[in-house]
């Protein structure tokens, strides 16, 4: 089946840092990746859907300047938090889609002090 | 905007019972509702719907979707203490843009107790 790996799993970061994040299909080619929060006891939020060699489409409410977003190859896309506030502090989930259906990272977990 | 409301939010059983889970939506240009099971990490799927009154099922997991009505339902019958898990219900659909998306419900939270 179809595997996404995220990388890392776990972050903790201090405050006012930038977090990479990646997001990478390994067994198949993904021209979209999708980014998802979660805080603690909430549904996954959308936060921008990520076209390989394009900009990225960020959902209202979403800060494009703080989330930067590069799907530069088919197989990666990477999500960079710029200066990380506590509130930042999430639960980070990529999805990439293969014939219309998503398949989804283990997630990346977010600590910012 | 596009909008899923899933309930009950919280459900407590003992194994053995069976449960249905709701989930009714608003979606532009429906193409499908999907059900996932979460854990700790990320969800993982477990239906994917897009006709109405085709049940799917998978073991002791059965889902159905009403086009018409808008919702869906996902029972699990026989519940064992391995089933307790947020369960998550998302719509995909086109709000204008060329990309379809995902929208999801705040999930519902099922313990099942020994």
């Known amino acids: 089946g179809a595997v996404v790996s995220q990388h890392p799993s776990r972050v903790i970061c201090k405050s006012g840092t930038s977090v990479k994040i990646e997001c990478r299909s390994l067994?198949?080619?993904?021209?979209?990746m999708f980014w998802y929060r979660q805080f603690p006891k909430q549904s996954l939020m959308l936060m921008a859907t990520?076209?390989?060699?394009?900009?990225?489409?960020?959902e209202q409410g979403v800060e494009k300047d703080k989330f930067l977003i590069n799907h530069a190859s088919l197989t990666l896309s990477t999500l960079t938090v710029t200066s990380a506030h506590p509130e930042d502090s999430s639960f980070y989930i990529c999805s990439a889609t293969l014939a219309y259906e998503q398949y989804f990272g283990p997630g990346t977990r977010l600590t910012v002090t | 905007e596009d909008k899923v409301v899933q309930s009950p939010l919280s459900l407590v059983v003992h194994e053995g019972d069976t449960v249905t889970l709701n989930c009714s939506y608003e979606?532009?240009?429906?193409?499908?509702l999907l059900w996932y099971k979460q854990e700790k990490k990320a969800p993982t799927f477990l239906f994917m719907l897009t006709s109405s009154g085709i049940e799917k099922k998978s073991g002791r997991l059965s889902s159905i979707l009403d086009k018409k009505e808008l919702f869906s339902i996902l029972n699990i019958t026989a519940t064992q203490t391995g089933d307790s898990a947020v369960y998550l219900c998302?719509?995909?659909?086109?709000?204008?843009?060329?990309?379809?998306?995902?929208?999801f419900g705040k999930g519902t939270l099922l313990t099942v107790n020994p």
């Open positions: 998302a719509v995909e659909g086109d709000s204008g843009g060329s990309n379809y998306k995902l929208t």
């Open positions: 979606v532009t240009n429906f193409r499908s």
């Open positions: 067994d198949f080619q993904a021209t979209t």
């Open positions: 990520s076209n390989e060699g394009s900009k990225a489409t960020y």
